[in-house]
């Protein structure tokens, strides 16, 4: 089962911000004045006075000197905002990627286009309905009237949309949510893209990692193929049940798409303590 935190709601809206993220992190390890906080963060006082603004109305950053002129005012993070960041620290262990050099990025967030979850939104909509499909994700914390194509949602976000869709769709096994995927990852635009080309199955899996980069930036993809196989194996992620039903899914879709009957079989998993998640494909 997905990690249930009373912070998911505050993660996502931080998320969904490259400034409030930077902002938050600023402030992390104490105090600041807004100018300095624009000076380390290189953003304009305009969006940093914002961030605390929107920030402030959650109740994750606060004025420690309210009295004061507003250039004198001085912000810090309140115990709601330090246990966000704690939240972050360890979503970052768990998701981190790491560079050329073998060092983790830091502050880094792990995210997914919202192009690909609209279309799971909308598909979902028109196989169970508006009313269904608005009752099961009513207590998500995002607004999916928030969301566009040019979105990114935090994964842990993403892996609670896909918790609630299983609980309220699925019998436990999340074979729905394998499903949802299979039939609607060849509308995903970066997927899309790759099909269009009508390249051999053995290359377009060789292309893999490059799409997984557009579309998830978390974790790292490696393919392995044959003329007639191809082993996907997903590195530094922690994923949820839902996660793996997810990519399980995904490679199904693509050989219905193509109209192979071909056949993916989940081999091993980072949660049964193996160095990846390894999906085998064979057509």
């Known amino acids: 089962m997905i990690e249930q935190t009373p912070v998911w709601s505050d ?54 000197n309210p009295e004061a002129k507003a250039r004198g005012r001085i912000y810090g993070v309140t115990e709601a905002g330090a246990s966000l960041l704690a939240y972050f620290d360890r979503s970052n262990r768990r998701f981190v990627p790491v560079s050329a050099r073998g060092t983790p990025y830091v502050g880094f967030v792990p995210k997914i286009r919202g192009s690909s979850v609209l279309r799971i939104l909308a598909a979902l909509r028109d196989s169970k309905g508006k009313e269904a499909l608005d009752g099961a994700i009513r207590s998500w914390t995002i607004d999916p009237r928030e969301i566009t194509e040019d979105s990114w949602i935090s994964v842990d976000a993403c892996a609670e949309l896909l918790e609630l869709v299983e609980a309220r769709f699925g019998d436990g096994s999340y074979s729905f949510i394998r499903a949802v995927f299979a039939t609607t990852a060849p509308s995903f635009p970066t997927i899309r893209g790759e099909l269009a080309r009508r390249m051999s199955l053995r290359a377009l899996s060789e292309r893999a990692p490059v799409v997984y980069a557009k579309e998830w930036n978390f974790g790292r993809l490696e393919v392995e193929t044959t003329p007639r196989s191809a082993d996907l194996r997903h590195f530094d992620w922690m994923p949820t049940p839902a996660m793996c039903a997810m990519f399980h899914g995904i490679y199904e879709g693509i050989l219905h798409w193509r109209g192979i009957d071909g056949q993916v079989r989940k081999v091993r998993c980072v949660r049964a303590g193996d160095p990846c998640c390894e999906y085998h494909v064979t057509w």
Do not use: Q
């Open 11 to 64: 993660f996502s809206f931080v998320a969904a911000s490259g400034y409030r993220e930077r902002v938050l992190n600023a402030l992390s390890r104490k105090p600041k004045f807004p100018k300095d906080v624009a000076h380390e963060t290189t953003l304009r006082i305009t969006h940093v006075s914002r961030a605390l603004r929107e920030m402030g109305g959650r109740g994750l950053v606060n004025c420690l």
